[in-house]
């Protein structure tokens, strides 16, 4: 591993537990390296967490001024949009709540109230779950009435803006694309059900139970390696949940439901990495099965950045429907080993919907 990974983890660490560096070795770095650290950190979106970690570094190892300054305008932009995207979600729960529409949230501001400061995570868009079809078209026809311009991806979501904010609708709970597991992921649904979180103004919105919660996030973590690829933010997330959420899961219950998704290599390798890379304590594992190595997911994290966003071509906009296919397809096909040795079931059909344009 480079110095200038090395030394984002290490920082990430601090930042991710509010705790001390537990290693120097990679300091003092040098202007250039500092700059590419936070280079780094941003195309893996944790800017606010790294400079967390920052504070706990001593004086004489911290990067010039003029960066931490940026570095602090970063984090200050980032704690600003948190505040906009918890008051437009507080305003959409209500303005639901009050149209007789329960929606689930989905990741995002649920997984930031699982950190010390949930400010500091980068916030992304707004994820809704709807439990049946009749609450996801009710919440269709309430956007429309209000004149919001929604699109309707491949996969039936549909997307919006509200209050400067993107909106995603989904039909779908777990990000499992194994149409053999769709009756069971259900099954799973019905039986672990739903929490409630309160939000700032004193409403309450359902979020998944802890398990359904560890889950979403695995599956949703291994579809983005299998294809464009997955950035640190998303592994952040699942270690403060394994960590907040240890308690309210039952390990034999977790490894049960893993083996029947055919998700075991999967879930060895990604606690393998929460452990190794992110310092997670192994007792705060879903349950305690490690891989001996986890350096396929680390470079597939390298290569990519936030869901794939610095990978050659992803960036660039296809003249065609075929062209972007092609490319999606030619993305997976650079993890086509990792897919078939971690999740081959899984991966055989998450290649399919690739294909067919169904995934985001």
């Not at 794939?308 to 993890?335: D, E, I, M």
Request: glycine fraction near 6%.
């Amino acid at each position: 591993m480079k110095k200038v990974q090395k030394a984002l983890l290490v920082l990430l660490r601090a930042g991710v537990w509010e705790s001390k560096i537990e290693d120097l070795s990679c300091f003092p770095m040098s202007a250039g390296e500092w700059k590419n650290l936070y280079l780094l950190s941003r195309q893996q979106t944790v800017t606010g967490i790294v400079f967390q970690g920052i504070q706990h570094l001593p004086e004489h190892f911290l990067p010039a001024e003029e960066l931490l300054v940026r570095w602090m305008a970063e984090t200050d932009a980032i704690e600003r949009k948190n505040i906009q995207m918890n008051k437009a979600l507080e305003l959409l729960v209500q303005w639901f709540t009050e149209s007789g529409v329960q929606p689930v949230l989905q990741k995002g501001q649920g997984i930031a109230s699982l950190y010390e400061n949930p400010l500091l995570r980068e916030c992304g868009d707004i994820d809704f779950y709807f439990d049946s079809r009749q609450m996801f078209e009710k919440a269709f026809s309430l956007i429309r009435q209000c004149g919001l311009r929604e699109k309707v991806q491949a996969d039936q979501s549909v997307t919006y803006a509200w209050k400067g904010v993107e909106v995603e609708h989904h039909t779908c709970l777990l990000d499992l694309h194994n149409p053999f597991l769709q009756r069971y992921a259900k099954e799973l649904e019905q039986q672990y059900g739903y929490n409630h979180m309160r939000l700032e103004g004193g409403l309450d919105v359902r979020i998944p139970s802890p398990v359904l919660n560890l889950l979403l996030q695995s599956l949703h973590i291994l579809k983005h390696a299998l294809g464009w690829g997955i950035g640190l933010r998303q592994l952040c997330d699942m270690a403060r949940s394994c960590y907040k959420l240890h308690d309210e899961v039952e390990s034999e219950e977790m490894k049960k439901i893993t083996l029947q998704l055919g998700m075991d290599r999967w879930q060895q390798l990604l606690h393998a990495f929460l452990v190794e890379h992110l310092g997670l304590p192994v007792a705060y594992l879903p349950y305690q099965e490690v891989a001996s190595d986890s350096s396929p997911l680390l470079d597939i994290i390298w290569r990519g950045g936030n869901f794939g966003l610095y990978v050659p071509g992803h960036q660039r906009k296809s003249q065609s429907l075929l062209a972007g296919k092609w490319q999606t397809a030619c993305a997976f096909q650079r993890n086509i080993r990792f897919a078939f040795r971690y999740a081959p079931k899984e991966g055989f059909w998450v290649f399919s919907s690739l294909l067919k344009g169904q995934l985001k």
